[in-house]
């Protein structure tokens, strides 16, 4: 294509986006309200969003930790009796009011802006755990896959994407050994042993020498009991992996776990 056919396609490419444009003006992704300033949200959801991601956690599971509690590296009371395959979690914050508001946004309306923003708030979150103390840094980031039935009812990967962005962040490649083999139910209200059953054997591993002794960094946008991404974290051990971090948004929890934080 020339350069002077490209600039009259141009404007009827941006043509659709500027209807919607029109017709939908741009809102909070967050509050709904029509204030926007950066990165899609309105200032009151901005302040928000950095009092979430204020907010400390524990490194084994990622629950919400009170301030005068310090931090332990081998993991905190809310941590579940038998510890998580994988070695330390990154996350946001918890999931709920902006965080909440931002995931749906990039998940359900595939909306770029919001997917962009926590990505790259979640890669500098991810460098600075990995500097302070210094860690040995991921060899490649592997999102936790999707079950391909699920993907066409769907037509969305939206955990690939956030990989796909938080790796270009970080300058690092994206593996796509980790599959998913079997489709489970949803596991919304499932209790914490019926999530470790449901997704038992849920993955596998292809072309696994190409793993051996690496370190991962798995990516999810939420986690919750972590029994997804533990299961995940196993199948990719077992292929000879050394060592997997998880990285999430947001970790799903009670709002005992930070109302009072917040409130402060």
């Known amino acids: 294509m020339n350069a002077t056919l490209r600039k009259l396609l141009l404007p009827l490419a941006a043509a659709p986006r500027s209807l919607a444009d029109l017709v939908l003006p741009r809102v909070c992704a967050a509050c709904g309200c029509r204030d926007v300033s950066a990165g899609g949200?309105?200032?009151?959801?901005?302040?928000?969003?950095?009092?979430?991601?204020?907010?400390a956690h524990c490194p084994r599971c990622g629950t919400t930790v009170?301030?005068?509690?310090?931090?332990?590296?081998?993991?905190?009371?809310?941590?579940p009796p038998t510890l998580p395959r994988?070695?330390?979690?990154?996350?946001?914050?918890?999931?709920?009011?902006?965080?909440?508001?931002?995931?749906r946004r990039f998940k359900y309306r595939r909306q770029d802006t919001m997917l962009a923003r926590a990505a790259r708030m979640l890669a500098r979150t991810v460098a600075a755990g990995l500097s302070d103390p210094p860690?040995?840094?991921?060899?490649?980031?592997?999102?936790?896959?999707?079950h391909w039935r699920r993907r066409l009812v769907r037509g969305f990967d939206h955990a690939r994407a956030l990989a796909r962005a938080v790796a270009t962040d970080l300058r690092l490649p994206v593996g796509n050994e980790l599959v998913r083999v079997?489709?489970?139910a949803p596991q919304v209200h499932m209790p914490r042993s019926a999530r470790i059953a449901n997704v038992r054997?849920?993955?596998a591993v292809h072309r696994g020498d190409a793993l051996a002794g690496s370190h991962i960094l798995l990516l999810d946008d939420v986690t919750t009991t972590g029994a997804t991404a533990n299961e995940a974290a196993r199948?990719?051990?077992?292929?000879?992996?050394?060592?997997?971090?998880?990285?999430v948004i947001a970790k799903s929890e009670p709002p005992t776990a930070y109302a009072e934080h917040l409130a402060q």
Request: aromatic fraction near 6%; hydrophobic fraction near 45%; proline fraction near 10%.
């Open 182 to 184: 079997r489709h489970t």
């Open 41 to 55: 949200l309105c200032d009151r959801c901005n302040v928000a969003l950095l009092g979430l991601v204020a907010l």
């Open 135 to 146: 860690s040995t840094p991921p060899d490649l980031v592997m999102p936790v896959p999707m």
């Open 86 to 103: 994988f070695a330390r979690v990154f996350r946001l914050g918890p999931y709920t009011g902006v965080l909440r508001g931002m995931i």
């Open 66 to 79: 009170g301030p005068n509690i310090p931090i332990r590296e081998d993991g905190c009371p809310g941590c």
């Open 201 to 203: 054997g849920a993955f």
């Open 235 to 247: 199948t990719l051990l077992s292929a000879g992996v050394a060592r997997v971090v998880l990285a």
